[in-house]
């Protein structure tokens, strides 16, 4: 159910191979702990009873915390991905992790005191631009954000008492698309976030997560694309330094206002598209050689390339891959839009309640 966001019980029967009989027991548990509601089925003329139509609760609830280089972003999502809350907290600095802690904890008490009598928050999920050891909620290196070996997992569940689940925000992006974007072919797909904290990528491959040995997967962004600029990360020329957020930021602002794409970029606006279009078109030819992948979805500021410069980026990926696995790929923006990272970072918060919803 949290995955299809709603299905009637014939459907949920017919996909989980029970009975009528086990399935209807099996809603009505779950309906107790508030984790699926039922209503009824639309008044459609059909022969029998129509089915009740299931979808996932509103009572069990993630908070999901996402660290910029100018702000702390903190959002409530309940099951199904349905995002019902997110708050920017700008920072005039860049956060350090007692910072992040702080801003959490405090919205995290916010949210508490707005709750309904039966709402409850699960879990944290946090959603890192950096080398994250899923494992232990570790931050080994957050290079925009200078922060190293961070146990963010463990400050934070000791400020708001609750159990935190940290993860690249990248990889959460991934997750987050690749489950409940509206995309099709999406077992294997790279997904590719811009933010002001830099470019991070997370592959899926067979419907999976490629992590790594220690969750370390996926850093696009310092992969070498030409140039000399220095990077936050010690090295030179990477992706990041290169494909950059301010430029660009008025043209995602007029994306994200629904504004139409034709005729937007000024003169100097369109020359940066361009320059840019052409580094992120190398990094992007290296993965589509090195993953073979079917989708390539471009989320945050970067949603402006596919919007705003199509046709270069597609002329220079053809420059910089293999045309059989190149013929192969399409490369699309989010579908999720402002919320894939939200979405991505509550998934890892409700996989205890997924995995055992028994427990609950």
């Known amino acids: 159910m949290h995955r299809h966001r709603a299905l009637s019980r014939a459907e949920l029967t017919r996909h989980t191979g029970l009975s009528r009989s086990t399935t209807k027991d099996l809603v009505e548990d779950l309906a107790a702990r508030g984790l699926v509601e039922e209503s009824p089925a639309p008044s459609i003329s059909q022969v029998g009873r129509p089915s009740p139509i299931v979808r996932p609760g509103r009572r069990v609830l993630a908070v999901t915390v996402t660290p910029e280089v100018d702000a702390v972003t903190v959002g409530v999502v309940a099951m199904g991905g349905a995002v019902l809350d997110v708050v920017r907290c700008p920072t005039e600095r860049v956060p350090t ?14 949210i508490r ?14 959603a890192v631009p950096g080398l994250v050891h899923g494992p232990e909620s570790t931050v080994q290196l957050a290079p925009n954000l200078d922060w190293h070996d961070v146990e963010i997992g463990q400050a934070l569940s000791a400020a708001t008492e609750l ?7 990248a990889n959460a992006g991934a997750i987050a698309e690749h489950l409940f974007g509206n995309h099709r072919d999406a077992d294997h797909l790279i997904y590719v976030n811009g933010g002001p904290s830099g470019i991070g990528a997370g592959f899926v491959v067979a419907g999976e997560l490629l992590e790594g ?15 000399g600029e220095p ?31 034709a005729g937007h970029p000024d003169g100097a606006e369109r020359d940066v598209l361009n320059r840019q279009a052409r580094s992120l078109a190398i990094a992007l030819g290296n993965a589509v050689n090195m993953l073979n992948p079917r989708l390539i979805v471009l989320g945050g500021f970067l949603r402006v390339f596919p919007a705003f410069a199509s046709a270069v980026l597609r002329e220079e990926l053809a420059r910089h891959s293999m045309g059989a696995p190149r013929d192969l790929v399409r490369v699309v923006p989010a579908t999720l839009g402002a919320d894939t990272l939200a979405i991505g970072a509550a998934e890892s918060a409700f996989a205890p309640v997924l995995a055992d919803p028994g427990r609950y």
């Open 231 to 261: 990077c936050h990360c010690g090295s030179v020329g990477c992706l990041e330094t290169e494909v950059t957020h301010a430029p660009l930021a008025r043209l995602l602002a007029e994306l994200d206002g629904g504004q139409s794409r």
């Open 113 to 126: 005191a707005t709750l309904e009598h039966a709402q409850a928050i699960t879990a944290v999920g946090v």
């Open 213 to 227: 040995v220690a969750g370390y997967a996926g850093e696009l962004g310092h992969t070498y694309v030409g140039g």
């Open 97 to 110: 992790p007692a910072d992040t802690v702080a801003i959490a904890a405090a919205e995290v008490q916010r």
């Open 163 to 169: 159990p935190v689940y940290a993860a690249n925000d």
